[in-house]
């Protein structure tokens, strides 16, 4: 199966030392309301996809620009006063493959980021909600150099649980072969598109990556606005929807 899946670059962007964020659709499309968050605000370049003739058929158009629905974005160096430089790369989709696709398209983007010396994988989570009024971010990690991530960002680390699909792996992969992999866990609710639980993860994103300054205020402003638009896309489009967790790009609009 692994041989059907394709990353395509079609450029090749220095990503060393860069932070490499999956963001996959998840409870609340946490990550992906997040992921698209930060290629808007940021200004992130398309430089590649994952491809696949088992992947949805399907292609997402914004700013009347067509586009594969899995992409891979980059940011620029970033780097300021303190000698200290930043730099992201994303990828992004609006679904989640199959079953018995999501092992080898885990074990390619770990073994892309290595291949690009990225300094870690980070990715982006949803959890149901245990306290709606006062939602947390959590944190696993696969090293201890995450760990101490964790620690460093008074992230509260999950020690019981379980986390499916493309972070599964990850995550579980990342441990077995020693590999840096942090998953960042918002609590979301998962009957609707969570913005709120999405500028979460941005938030904490925001205070790793200490050169890229990345302003949340416009996600909080727009919660409301996104989330109506995304649940009209939704009831509109159950007739016909391939899949439940198909994301609409112009929520984003």
Same mark, same amino acid.
């Given at each position: 199966?692994?041989?059907?899946?394709?990353?395509?670059?079609?450029? +090749? %962007?220095?990503?060393?030392? !860069?932070?490499?964020?999956?963001?996959?659709?998840?409870?609340?499309? %946490?990550? !992906?309301?997040?992921?698209?968050?930060?290629?808007?605000?940021?200004?992130?370049?398309?430089?590649?996809?994952?491809?696949?003739?088992?992947?949805?058929?399907?292609? %997402?158009?914004?700013?009347?620009?067509?586009?594969?629905?899995?992409?891979?974005?980059?940011?620029?160096?970033?780097?300021?006063?303190?000698?200290?430089?930043?730099?992201?790369?994303?990828?992004?989709?609006?679904?989640?493959?199959?079953?018995?696709?999501?092992?080898?398209?885990?074990?390619?983007?770990?073994?892309?980021?290595?291949?690009?010396?990225?300094?870690?994988?980070?990715?982006?989570?949803?959890?149901?909600?245990?306290?709606?009024?006062?939602?947390?971010?959590?944190?696993?990690?696969?090293?201890?150099?995450?760990?101490?991530?964790? +620690?460093?960002?008074?992230?509260?680390?999950?020690?019981?649980?379980?986390?499916?699909?493309?972070?599964?792996?990850?995550?579980?992969?990342?441990?077995?072969?020693?590999?840096?992999?942090?998953?960042?866990?918002?609590?979301?609710?998962?009957?609707?598109?969570?913005?709120?639980?999405?500028?979460?993860?941005?938030?904490?994103?925001?205070?790793?990556?200490?050169?890229?300054?990345?302003?949340?205020?416009?996600?909080?402003?727009?919660?409301?606005?996104?989330?109506?638009?995304?649940?009209?896309?939704?009831?509109?489009?159950?007739?016909?929807?391939?899949?439940?967790?198909?994301?609409?790009?112009?929520?984003?609009?």
């Amino acid at each position: 199966m692994e041989e059907e899946i394709q990353l395509i670059e079609y450029k +090749n %962007v220095d990503l060393s030392k !860069s932070i490499l964020i999956e963001a996959f659709p998840t409870v609340g499309l %946490v990550s !992906s309301i997040a992921g698209h968050f930060l290629v808007e605000q940021l200004k992130l370049e398309e430089i590649g996809t994952i491809s696949s003739r088992y992947f949805m058929p399907a292609a %997402v158009i914004h700013n009347g620009v067509p586009s594969p629905p899995v992409r891979i974005y980059a940011s620029k160096k970033i780097c300021g006063s303190a000698n200290g430089c930043d730099q992201i790369a994303v990828i992004i989709s609006e679904f989640m493959p199959s079953v018995d696709l999501i092992k080898p398209v885990a074990n390619m983007i770990l073994s892309w980021a290595q291949k690009k010396k990225c300094s870690h994988i980070v990715t982006l989570e949803g959890t149901h909600s245990l306290n709606p009024k006062k939602p947390k971010t959590y944190g696993v990690a696969t090293t201890q150099k995450m760990k101490d991530i964790l +620690n460093k960002y008074a992230i509260e680390e999950t020690k019981e649980g379980m986390i499916t699909g493309i972070t599964g792996v990850l995550l579980f992969e990342g441990a077995r072969l020693k590999q840096d992999v942090l998953c960042l866990l918002a609590e979301a609710h998962s009957s609707y598109p969570d913005s709120r639980a999405a500028a979460l993860l941005i938030e904490t994103l925001d205070k790793m990556l200490p050169e890229i300054q990345i302003n949340t205020q416009p996600l909080y402003k727009e919660a409301e606005d996104i989330e109506q638009k995304i649940r009209a896309f939704i009831k509109q489009a159950q007739p016909t929807a391939p899949s439940s967790g198909t994301l609409p790009s112009q929520m984003y609009g």
